[in-house]
């Protein structure tokens, strides 16, 4: 099915921004619904945002208003821009495919991710 590819973590201080992105230009599974999740060792892994094909998204209630999900068709990117950083968005944030009906922020483990971009977030 190809594959996902995740760039652009970092480390900063809070209050910062980090945009990260993930292609998927080979990408032959469905990306009816593509997402963003994260994990880290402190924290359960926590579905982030998601945007369906018609462009309808959605976000976690813990970063609405400071994240913001978009897609490239052209160039087959997805991004996450993340402003307003705090200490615990801190984790590995993975690029996720689902099908259509698995489309919440809940499921997007149930379908493929890439390897994963570290996102670290000083206080």
């Known amino acids: 099915q190809g594959q996902l590819m995740e760039s652009g973590g970092g480390s900063v201080q809070a209050g910062g921004s980090l945009r990260v992105s993930c292609t998927y230009a080979t990408w032959t599974y469905s990306t009816d619904c593509m997402g963003w999740f994260r994990q880290s060792p402190r924290r359960e892994r926590e579905g982030v945002a998601t945007?369906?094909?018609?462009?309808?998204?959605t976000y976690a209630d813990s970063v609405k208003g400071r994240f913001t999900i978009s897609r490239v068709n052209t160039n087959k990117t997805l991004h996450l821009q993340m402003t307003n950083l705090k200490p615990e968005d801190t984790g590995m944030y993975y690029c996720?495919?689902?099908?259509?009906?698995?489309?919440?922020?809940?499921?997007?483990?149930?379908?493929?991710w890439g390897q994963g971009t570290q996102v670290t977030i000083s206080s």
């Open positions: 945007f369906r094909a018609d462009g309808t998204t």
């Open positions: 996720a495919a689902v099908s259509a009906k698995d489309c919440t922020l809940n499921n997007l483990f149930l379908g493929y």
